[in-house]
């Protein structure tokens, strides 16, 4: 997308390794370089969306000075991106990583293992078009992390899951496998759930501000910006603020995704078009009645459907507004072009 074009200027390639507010750093030829959008960028971007975000890759134009500053003309179309809606009210798409491989969603052992959110991590990994993977953090703070292992797999169906401990090294092999020369990977979670310790441990450094976990056992939050960091192996990683708040965005191919064990039973169903709710001859249902399917499960895909359903209704509601103020804005242009040329 293109935000400022600039056809006397030399555009150089550059990818966002950061982003605060009203700037961003860029990575350019391998030198971290402060950015910022041209001024009237912020008009003529039709949505938040098509800001750049960390990962994303800009062609920009420099300004001399000390240090210099790096203008952002426009982002290449990204190859996958890790979408959600904004936190509130507004209906609105915030771009949390792109161009990413790998979303690693982390929960940390034993107390931040929720099943019903990592089903809503995995329905917007799939959809962003990266590879999910679980991440059970501080394994080493239980005696045994294998029932842990077997719930997550319950709910994360075809996706590797597995138990990390950045104190004593468990799992972190694993992961260092998938983190390939040229694989950018995003490291999702809840805050305290460990991810900036185990990029400490990915660093083989500690680069990362970690803290203590709480007397509870909780962890503390650390992270305050999304960051893309470069590991030894020469794969990226994009350490994230944990999601206090984590709502589904544009999401159904990855709601199908993340529960195909529903949608392999649907095929069953007698009807086409069933709901899995009363209907006879419902596979789901007789699954969930002869305890091959949990009903939490179920309804949890019921939820998450409901609230797909209300943010369509409400995106089309916006679009629609916005069309109509943007036919009026054109309406009282019209005029008042009318009215200095014939009066």
């Not at 300004?63 to 500053?69: E, K, L, Q």
């Not at 590879?131 to 997550?152: C, G, M, W």
């Not at 990029?199 to 992270?223: F, I, K, P």
Request: glycine content about 6%; overall charge neutral.
């Amino acid at each position: 997308m293109t935000i400022d074009p600039s056809d006397d200027a030399i555009l150089q390639m550059a990818r966002v390794v950061s982003q605060h507010r009203d700037r961003y750093v860029v990575r350019l030829s391998s030198v971290d370089v402060t950015a910022r959008l041209p001024g009237r960028a912020r008009h003529t971007i039709a949505s938040a969306e098509e800001l750049p975000a960390v990962g994303d890759w800009v062609r920009v134009t420099t300004a001399s000075g000390d240090p210099p500053v790096a203008i952002i003309r426009d982002v290449l179309p990204r190859r996958s991106a890790f979408r959600r809606k904004t936190a509130g009210n507004v209906t609105a798409a915030q771009v949390v990583a792109a161009n990413v491989d790998i979303a690693f969603i982390a929960g940390a052992l034993p107390h931040d293992v929720n099943l019903r959110r990592i089903e809503r991590y995995l329905a917007l990994a799939w959809e962003s078009g990266a590879t999910p993977v679980v991440l059970l953090t501080k394994a080493d703070l239980v005696d045994a992390p294998d029932a842990f292992i077997r719930d997550a797999r319950s709910v994360a169906v075809g996706v590797d899951v597995y138990a990390v401990s950045s104190v004593t090294g468990m799992g972190i092999d694993a992961v260092v496998e998938m983190l390939s020369a040229n694989i950018t990977a995003v490291l999702l979670g809840s805050s305290g759930a460990g991810k900036s310790t185990l990029v400490n441990a990915l660093l083989g450094e500690a680069r990362q501000r970690t803290a203590d976990v709480r007397s509870d056992g909780a962890g503390r939050h650390t992270t305050t910006h999304r960051q893309l960091i470069d590991l030894p192996s020469g794969a990226s990683l994009i350490d994230t603020p944990g999601m206090r708040e984590l709502q589904l965005w544009s999401a159904a191919d990855g709601l199908d995704e993340a529960f195909r064990d529903i949608a392999s039973l649907a095929v069953e169903c007698r009807f086409r078009d069933c709901a899995h709710a009363t209907e006879p001859g419902c596979a789901v249902l007789a699954a969930v009645a002869r305890g091959a399917l949990d009903a939490r499960r179920l309804e949890n895909w019921r939820e998450l459907g409901r609230e797909l359903a209300y943010l369509e209704r409400r995106q089309d509601a916006a679009a629609a507004a916005s069309a109509r103020a943007h036919a009026k804005s054109m309406q009282h242009a019209l005029r008042t072009r009318l009215r200095d040329k014939y009066d």
